[in-house]
């Protein structure tokens, strides 16, 4: 009977699977393209057949690629999932929380003395990142997300109402006053990338199908919409808590009064954890948290 082939030439064909690339396997798991590439040829001598169709400028999965792909994604899964119940049985308690990097670096980080006085024996690990959290992949207890709330499989405990807020230098407005959204047409529109209350929410609420605009700029994160707005380059849309005192430390002046949004910040994370205790305190340190951000001082 065929033995299975080494353990250690799965991640790099469930990254390479995963992102369709050579290249970005390498980088997410710090290795040269030329690496990844010989441990996949070596994945697929020890299985007999092609995982990948190797075409020009990218790669495809083979139909046995995608299938070995589901596999490789339950066995690592598996492994991931049992190691941090490992580490979360047996070492100090590690509390996991993820945020977009505004929440992160203007609401939490400065206040994560707060927490850690309060539960000392905790460790906290803050990731500050754009992307929506994988539950089932990602070494995560809970993170902060705007939404309906409704994310099957998952707790959902709401943390505050939204506002949108149409921000920029005001240098650049007067060079170019904004009277109403009409006056957008003058103007380059920022975006935050993979926000949730983009451009074309603003749209809705205005009734209209699109905002007229000199041009797009598409940036990696809301912090960095944040900085090219004071640097002039546009305007940006930025969602924040209920009365959060966004413009106080920041070179930028609201277009138009905020508008309150159709959705929420929540705090998700999965059921029956383990850490159900531990996951209720940083949400009600979280939620008073932002409770006293927002009435400290006004948009």
């Not at 650049?172 to 451009?199: M, Y």
């Not at 994160?221 to 090219?228: I, N």
């Amino acid at each position: 009977m065929q033995k299975p082939p080494p353990l250690q030439l799965l991640p790099a064909f469930e990254a390479a699977a995963r992102l369709l690339s050579f290249s970005k396997a390498a980088g997410e798991l710090h290795l040269t393209t030329a690496a990844i590439s010989q441990q996949i040829k070596q994945l697929e001598g020890h299985l007999g057949m092609p995982l990948f169709r190797r075409l020009t400028r990218r790669v495809e999965l083979t139909d046995a690629g995608s299938a070995f792909a589901e596999v490789v994604g339950q066995t690592l899964s598996t492994y991931r999932v049992g190691h941090a119940d490992l580490l979360h049985r047996y070492t100090r308690p590690v509390l996991r929380l993820s945020a977009s990097l505004f929440v992160a670096h203007e609401l939490l980080i400065p206040r994560l003395g707060e927490f850690q006085s309060t539960y000392p024996h905790v460790d906290v690990r803050l990731e500050a990142s754009m992307d929506l959290v994988d539950f089932e992949h990602d070494p995560v207890d809970a993170a902060i997300r705007l939404g309906s709330g409704n994310w099957p499989g998952l707790v959902a405990l709401p943390l505050c109402t939204c506002q949108a807020t149409l921000v920029a230098s005001p240098e650049l407005l007067r060079d170019k006053p904004i009277h109403n959204l009409a006056d957008l047409k003058q103007h380059t529109l920022i975006h935050p990338r993979q926000n949730h209350a983009d451009w074309d929410v603003v749209a809705r609420f205005a009734n209209l199908p699109r905002l007229e605009r000199q041009g797009d700029l598409i940036l990696d994160s809301d912090l960095a919409a944040l900085k090219a707005a004071e640097a002039g380059l546009g305007v940006t849309l930025i969602v924040t808590p209920t009365g959060a005192p966004l413009l106080r430390s920041r070179h930028l002046s609201a277009v138009m009064p905020p508008v309150t949004l159709p959705m929420q910040a929540y705090f998700v994370f999965r059921p029956n954890d383990g850490k159900e205790a531990l996951l209720m305190d940083a949400y009600n340190w979280i939620r008073q948290t932002i409770n006293n951000f927002a009435d400290s001082t006004t948009i």
